[in-house]
């Protein structure tokens, strides 16, 4: 069994911070790309940031220059950090990692965390 279990959403206000962090436990074997969506209401799942094993990242134009993705292998966690956040940005953040749960090719799944709400006020 594979867990993501996220926190640090939260209610800030407009031009505010957080940061979310989302770690991994179970049988995990290796853990490669890791990211971040979120779902606003009435919205579509969209990505927001997603980050390799190696360490490259990519962003959603809505976020660049704000957001900052990173993770620490060691721990099995990944981190959004969220700078001058807008009222736009509110939404349910989910973490999502694709997770290798044995040597056996093709054992490679995708796994989603339980999702944390980020709510900005203006």
């Known amino acids: 069994q594979v867990q993501l279990v996220e926190s640090g959403g939260g209610l800030v206000q407009t031009g505010g911070s957080l940061r979310l962090s989302c770690a991994a436990s179970?049988?995990?074997?290796?853990?490669?790309?890791m990211g971040w969506y979120r779902q606003a209401p009435g919205k579509q799942r969209e990505l927001v940031a997603v980050?390799?094993?190696?360490?490259?990242?990519n962003y959603a134009d809505s976020v660049k220059g704000r957001f900052t993705i990173s993770r620490d292998n060691a721990k099995n966690t990944v981190y959004l950090q969220m700078n001058s956040l807008k009222p736009e940005d509110t939404a349910v953040y989910y973490c999502?990692?694709?997770?290798?749960?044995?040597?056996?090719?093709?054992?490679?799944?995708?796994?989603w965390g339980q999702g944390t709400q980020v709510t900005v006020s203006s």
């Open positions: 179970g049988s995990i074997f290796s853990i490669n790309d």
């Open positions: 980050i390799t094993n190696g360490g490259s990242t």
């Open positions: 999502n990692a694709a997770i290798r749960v044995s040597a056996i090719i093709g054992q490679r799944y995708a796994y």
